[in-house]
């Protein structure tokens, strides 16, 4: 069986190669938009199988996708669209926690499974010099929630409670259970 | 000011690179064995103290030291010495819990303040074959309690309760804090 990542995100990338598994890269542009009068974790689990039925797929292939978005309280925190709103994320989080979550699909030829999971990270007290700086410098445009983990914004985090790589875009441990529990996959 | 860090792992130097500061690394070889009669925290941060204090340093330095150990029940798990006792933590820590806990010093050359910081790791379900291709492959000697939570064993871990970067040997985030509200020291 041949492993397939539905996604162009290098993030995705770096940890899916983690797992030391040969997998091909392909990605097929989807609407991703969020409908927020339905529950996060079904609406995101939505998204994954839409990206993951959005690619031709052989026979022999497993299809993984994945997508992730920040909630704060009530507020689904997509990629900001600007400085100014990328500061408002941040302020908001600090000293204070918030959730992120990851819907998955994997699909074989015959069978679909979908999940989704949660972390919930808590943030230090943030300086307004310390946003402006990581924003200025990291750019995090492309980023849900407007931060990335694992590089400067990652200490900006107290802790976390749940699983760290959920929070960079790919739960592998939830990934890998899945493929041996639901797909009889053993990777190693 | 000039960070020196004290240590000679790769990842702790990767992570405190994740700040964008320049620093230098310095480290002298010191007595690193563990009394096990004392409280963890205690000993930890003793061995964190004795680190920073082993180096020279100038006036206008900051010493950074780290001692990093995992702690199953009532047992302190440091680097395993041979695969046989690497398969043995492995296994213990399958479907169960444990913690990582790393000892600060941050010393000037008025000011030395040491703290410890704890982790929870939850680890899935592990099969022997698991276990045992991981520490074939990876070879996890030089790792306190066997496992890089960075790499492949990153997926055995089904969640954590603390700071990620604390368990790869650096908390980051106490670490700021600690520079700004101990030695008024703002990064940024």
Do not use: W
Not at 28 to 48: C, G, N, P, T
Request: proline fraction near 2%; charge should be negative; aromatic fraction near 10%.
């Amino acid at each position: 069986m041949k492993l397939v990542l539905c996604s162009a995100s290098p993030r995705r990338k770096e940890l899916l190669e983690m797992l030391g598994k040969d997998f091909s890269v392909r990605v097929a542009s989807i609407d991703e938009s969020f409908d927020k009068s339905e529950a996060v974790d079904k609406e995101i689990r939505k998204i994954a199988l839409k990206k993951a039925c959005a690619v031709e797929m052989n026979e022999d292939e497993i299809i993984l996708s994945f997508d992730t978005v920040v909630v704060d309280g009530n507020q689904i925190m997509g990629k900001p669209k600007d400085r100014d709103e990328a500061i408002k994320m941040l302020r908001s989080y600090s000293n204070g926690n918030h959730g992120v979550i990851t819907g998955i699909c994997v699909r074989t030829k015959d069978k679909c499974y979908t999940d989704s999971v949660y972390t919930t990270v808590y943030f230090r007290e943030l300086t307004q010099r310390e946003i402006e700086y990581y924003v200025d410098t990291y750019r995090p445009f492309d980023k849900a929630g407007a931060y990335g983990i694992q590089e400067l914004a990652g200490s900006f985090v107290k802790g976390i409670d749940g699983d760290f790589y959920n929070v960079v875009g790919l739960p592998l441990c939830r990934l890998c259970e899945i493929l041996r529990d639901e797909f009889s996959i053993d990777l190693f």
